[in-house]
């Protein structure tokens, strides 16, 4: 067993902290942006409010498959359904922190990086980009993502990092 987690105990994570998650025509958001903090954060409100989506939302961009949200079976039904005929698609970003010794290419994408998946209606680009800081395109290469993903230790399919309201129910009944 390898780690390469490089933090001194004690010391707040500077790499793979989501900061932020934005949603455009996903499940029931139109626009939709929620900014993270470091440490713990409760997102809280009425049944049917859009609770669950932005935890779909950060597994769709970070590379989990629709089934695994439980909330659809196939990407193009997490698109919004009230956008109406003129809407292309969805559109999801999360930004990590990309500092310190545990940051994946800094030198290419800086202190963030920001992932963005679309999801197209009409044939359009369905991918992940990856984005540097400053918003510019460094990659489209699903390959590149997972490097990420492996380099930060985010493992988004996994129910201990990632305990959907589907995958609790199973936990807590046996």
Same mark, same amino acid.
């Given at each position: 067993?390898?780690?390469?987690?490089?933090?001194?105990?004690?010391? !707040?994570?500077?790499?793979?902290?989501?900061?932020?998650?934005?949603?455009?025509?996903?499940?029931?958001?139109?626009?939709?942006?929620?900014?993270?903090?470091?440490?713990?954060?409760?997102?809280?409100? =009425?049944?049917?409010?859009?609770?669950?989506?932005?935890?779909?939302?950060? =597994? &769709?961009?970070?590379?989990?498959?629709?089934?695994?949200?439980?909330?659809?079976?196939?990407?193009?039904?997490?698109?919004?359904?009230? $956008?109406?005929?003129?809407?292309?698609? $969805?559109?999801?970003?999360?930004?990590?922190?990309?500092?310190?010794?545990?940051?994946?290419?800094?030198?290419?994408?800086?202190?963030?990086?920001?992932?963005?998946?679309?999801?197209?209606?009409?044939?359009?680009?369905?991918?992940?980009?990856?984005?540097?800081?400053?918003?510019?395109?460094?990659?489209?290469?699903?390959?590149?993502?997972?490097?990420?993903?492996?380099?930060?230790? &985010?493992?988004?399919?996994? !129910?201990?990092?990632?305990?959907? =309201?589907?995958?609790?129910?199973?936990?807590?009944?046996?």
């Amino acid at each position: 067993l390898t780690a390469h987690n490089h933090n001194d105990p004690g010391k !707040p994570a500077e790499a793979g902290v989501i900061r932020r998650v934005y949603v455009e025509n996903f499940m029931c958001h139109r626009k939709l942006t929620v900014d993270l903090c470091r440490n713990v954060n409760f997102i809280y409100g =009425q049944n049917g409010s859009g609770k669950s989506a932005i935890l779909a939302a950060i =597994q &769709i961009c970070l590379g989990a498959g629709a089934r695994r949200t439980h909330r659809a079976t196939n990407l193009k039904e997490l698109v919004r359904k009230e $956008a109406g005929s003129n809407c292309n698609g $969805a559109k999801v970003r999360v930004t990590v922190l990309n500092r310190g010794d545990d940051g994946y290419q800094h030198d290419v994408y800086g202190d963030s990086i920001t992932i963005e998946r679309s999801i197209s209606l009409r044939g359009g680009y369905n991918g992940y980009k990856l984005l540097d800081e400053h918003g510019a395109e460094k990659s489209r290469n699903k390959k590149d993502l997972d490097a990420m993903l492996d380099q930060l230790n &985010i493992q988004v399919e996994n !129910p201990v990092a990632v305990l959907d =309201q589907e995958e609790a129910k199973k936990f807590l009944c046996g």
